[in-house]
């Protein structure tokens, strides 16, 4: 999943997920990876007619459908305000817990270390530290 949502916007948000549902070997229906990350009532809605939040969760629906067993989120809330970011957050985790799939998130916000199992510091390309997180707070509970 990319910092920019990649979208085409021609196409509804059904019809973007569509792209990989039709490519994928055992991917979930559109409709059921937009419901998990609580875009029931706008899947009929193009990129242009939908938020920033609701774009990236699209991306995210995107990716989900065809059911990976990792998932890497490159700043997946780079571009976006603290309280979209939060549902977009929510959303990341929804889907780990639903799926059980492997998520990774890159970013610079230290403040999402908060909601990791481990945490792996990268400086100048280089592993400078790992820590096990032993109190795993939701995304709700985060101080921005």
């Avoid at 948000?13 to 937009?34: C, G, K, Q």
């Avoid at 939060?86 to 780990?96: D, F, K, M, P, T």
Wanted: charged share 20%; with cysteine; aromatic share 4%.
């Amino acid at each position: 999943m990319f910092q920019f949502y990649n979208l085409i916007p021609s196409l509804t948000a059904r019809e973007n997920v569509s792209l990989i549902t039709d490519i994928s070997l055992f991917p979930m229906e559109p409709e059921d990876a937009l419901a998990l990350v609580g875009l029931s009532e706008r899947m009929n809605h193009f990129p242009s007619q939908l938020s920033g939040g609701e774009q990236q969760r699209v991306a995210i629906a995107r990716a989900i459908a065809k059911q990976p067993e990792v998932l890497l989120c490159d700043e997946p809330t780079g571009a976006l305000d603290v309280r979209t970011g939060i549902s977009v957050l929510e959303a990341i985790q929804q889907v780990n817990r639903d799926l059980g799939t492997f998520t990774m998130v890159i970013t610079h916000n230290a403040v999402m270390a908060e909601m990791a199992d481990r945490v792996i510091h990268v400086s100048d390309g280089r592993i400078t530290q790992i820590t096990k997180n032993t109190c795993r707070r939701p995304v709700s509970e985060l101080i921005w």
